[in-house]
Every structure is written in structure tokens, then in C-alpha cells.
């Protein structure tokens, strides 16, 4: 689960991280009032209008611009607010722009962009430890640093069990060239970013950039995170910041029947059962001429109701030519998913695409009798090459 910006700052700030503080705001109103209540939190004279959506690349886009009136705060805002965001991350659809952060003004006279670093933390699968990955290149694509300057990306490995030990905190401050209240603030500030990353369950907190201030302050002005869905239920609070808004209506349906949903540019729906079979079944689209349409797992508790629901969320794929449902029983029965393509049928009504049903396993015999004495126009396949003919010919 991704966080806006506003509420990965929040987070870091209840763990003690330095951020560069905002209010939000839905409306141009609601922004110059942010800003005066800003000025008056923090003294700043001059705001920052920022779009709030989950993609990076906001300031190239156009979704990042400095203020220096109230009458700029109230204009720039009726230009970002309810505007096609779009960036390296959003695709050439882009992203609307529902609410923007009012934030202080944190770069003082005499600043220099050597002031200003890079640092995330994430989790080594390789290894299986977390890794502080840090630079002095901050404010840049972090992918761009990697490629043209490999060696200017530092990475402090840290044992999950024991956490960063305070002489990785000094290293990672003496790398990044601080000294004195600077390396102290810095020590403090990775120390705590640590903290919040591990005990939110996240999978990443970005933050760029991280800045150090004329007077030695360290502060995230900016911050992605990106949360463990699976350990949710271990943070209600955490969980109620979800925006429904920045993710996909299919995938957001998809969630509400436990179906692990992904959506590809495709044309061929498939509906498997198991992450595994149904990499395979989208090798055999390719491979078949066709291009898969969605990634849809139903999982090994698969029934009517899931079935008939992954048939309504295909369905509403525009580019979807045809569906393939590839399923091996183990855990789950032929026969109820069967029942789940005869149920979905006669719920959604007429369905115009043809529809190719593969079923192996538990009850397979039971679920093609089913199939087959329904009536209606499926077809059928027992090995995946059979299924593979038939996407090749019917798309």
C-alpha cells in the first residue's frame, strides 16, 4: 500500500524525523488558509504547492511550484487541483490531482544543492536484511545517479535482529561529508528513519531529498513509502490512510473477493488458480500470438462467487478479446469452478467473447460435464498446447 506524501511525513514525524512541514488542502480556500496557519506555525513567508498523488517525478510534471504571495498560493492551487498529473511513473494517462500540501519554505538564503542527499531504506532479498542506501546526489532520479555515477550510491546493511548500531548512523553521516551539529543531526535522523520503516512494516521509505539547512538541520522534504500489505492487520491506523482514489477500480474490486489482481495492456483475459500457473498461462498467450490482458489469481479457495466476480472484472477491460481460465485442482475442486463459469454466464448475461476453460485435477471430469451440458459456448482444452491452439485461433 502506497502512502501520499503528507502521510509518509506524518509517519516519520511521530518517530521523531525532522520533516519540512504542511497542512493539506482540498480547495484554493482551503490552501491560502493552510498557508497563513503555516506562517504563522513556522514563520515562512514563502510556500510550496504540492500535488498529492502516488507517482514521483511531481516537480517535472508540473506538480511541484513555489509561492510567494497568498494570492500565488490561491492561483497555483486552482492550477494543480483537478489537473491530469502525468510523469515518468503515472504513464501518458496520468493521474488527477484531488488535494495538494501547503509546505514551508525550508530552503534558506546561501543553500546549495550540495546540501541536499538522497537516502532510502529497504528490504536485501538476497540477503534477507534491510539496507540503508544513501548518496550525496539528492533531489535527483536515484536510477539516473546509479547509472552515470555508480559510485556515488553507498548502501549500510542492517542486521533486522539488532537494528542501525550507532557507529553505521556515524558512517553514513561521515560519507555523506557532515560535520559537527550537521553529523549529530544526521546520526539522529537515520537512527529514527530506521525505526519508522521497521516499525510501520514497511517495504520502503524514500526520502528525496533529505536536506541539510544553513543552520545544520536535517529534515525530509520529501518521502515515499510503500507498505507491507500483508502486515496491515497489525496497523488499523495505518491501514484507514488507504486512498482508494490513486488505485486502479478493477484491482480495488479484485481486493474485496481476495483476488490477487494485476492489469496488463493485453487482450487475452486469464483466470488461473496459483502465482506459478499463471506465469505459465501468460507465456502460452504470448507465445499463442496474444498478449495477456491481466494478471488473476483466484487462490486455492476458488468458487462460484470468486469466479463469476474475476468474470465481471475481465469483462470490464475494454481491449479483452477473449478469456482463458487455467485451473488445477489440488486444493481447489474442478466442479465449483465449473458452476462458477455456468453461475457468471447466466448472472452477467451475454457474454461476446469467446471463452476458453482448461480444467485439470481435483473433480475435472465432474467440472467438463458441467461445462459441456450447460449449453453454452465454451470452449474446451485438457492440455495447455490445446489451449494455446485455441487463443492462437480465436484471437
Keep these: 500500500m502506497n502512502l501520499h506524501e503528507y502521510q509518509g511525513k506524518e509517519l516519520l514525524k511521530s518517530f521523531g524525523v525532522r520533516i519540512q512541514e504542511g497542512i493539506t488542502a482540498d480547495t484554493p480556500d482551503q490552501a491560502v488558509e493552510a498557508a497563513k496557519e503555516l506562517s504563522a506555525l513556522t514563520g515562512t513567508n514563502w510556500w510550496v504547492v504540492k500535488a498529492q498523488i502516488h507517482a514521483g517525478g511531481r516537480g517535472k510534471g508540473g506538480g511541484v511550484k513555489l ?130 520503516y521497521d516499525a510501520s512494516d514497511a517495504s520502503l521509505f524514500e526520502i528525496n531529498p533529505v536536506l541539510k539547512t544553513s543552520d545544520n538541520k536535517i529534515l525530509a522534504v520529501d518521502s515515499k513509502v510503500n507498505l507491507d500489505d500483508n502486515a496491515l492487520f497489525r496497523h488499523p491506523n495505518l491501514a484507514a490512510m488507504r486512498d482508494l482514489s490513486e488505485e486502479d477500480p478493477a484491482e480495488v474490486e479484485a481486493g474485496k473477493y481476495n483476488l490477487n489482481f494485476i492489469k496488463l495492456d493485453g487482450n487475452v483475459g486469464c483466470m488461473v488458480n496459483g502465482a506459478g500457473l ?35 472484472i475481465i469483462l470490464k477491460d475494454e481491449n479483452v478479446k477473449a478469456i482463458l481460465l487455467n485451473i488445477f485442482g489440488g486444493i481447489v475442486r474442478c466442479d465449483r469452478v465449473a458452476q462458477g463459469v455456468v453461475d457468471a454466464y447466466k448472472s452477467i448475461g ?44 480465436l484471437v
Design 67 to 196: 509561492a510567494k504571495s497568498l494570492e500565488e498560493v490561491k492561483q497555483l492551487t486552482e492550477q494543480i487541483i483537478g489537473m491530469q498529473l502525468i510523469t515518468h511513473q503515472t504513464g501518458p494517462e496520468g493521474k488527477k490531482v484531488n488535494k495538494v500540501l501547503i509546505a514551508q519554505d525550508v530552503y534558506y538564503p546561501g543553500e546549495s544543492k550540495t546540501n541536499e542527499f538522497y537516502m532510502s531504506v529497504l528490504l536485501n532479498r538476497g540477503t534477507g536484511r534491510n539496507i540503508i542506501m544513501y548518496s550525496t546526489e539528492g533531489g535527483m532520479d536515484i536510477e539516473t545517479v546509479a547509472e552515470q555515477t555508480p559510485h556515488l550510491i553507498h548502501k549500510e546493511e542492517i542486521d533486522p535482529k539488532v537494528g542501525v548500531m550507532p557507529f553505521q548512523a556515524r558512517r553514513i553521516a561521515f560519507n555523506l561529508g557532515l560535520e559537527g551539529e550537521a553529523f549529530k543531526e544526521m546520526t539522529k535522523f537515520v537512527s529514527n528513519l530506521y525505526k519508522a
Design 278 to 312: 499463471a506465469m505459465a498461462t501468460m507465456d502460452i498467450i504470448k507465445m499463442s500470438g496474444g498478449s495477456p490482458a491481466n494478471f488473476l489469481d483466484v487462490g486455492g479457495t476458488a468458487n462460484a462467487e470468486t469466479v463469476e466476480a474475476g468474470f465481471r
Design 350 to 393: 451475454n457474454i461476446n467473447i469467446p471463452v476458453i476453460v482448461r480444467l485439470q485435477g481435483t473433480n475435472a471430469e465432474e467440472g467438463a460435464e458441467l461445462i459441456n451440458n450447460s449449453g453454452l459456448k465454451v470452449h474446451s482444452a485438457i492440455t495447455l498446447q490445446e489451449a494455446a491452439n485455441l487463443v492462437e485461433k
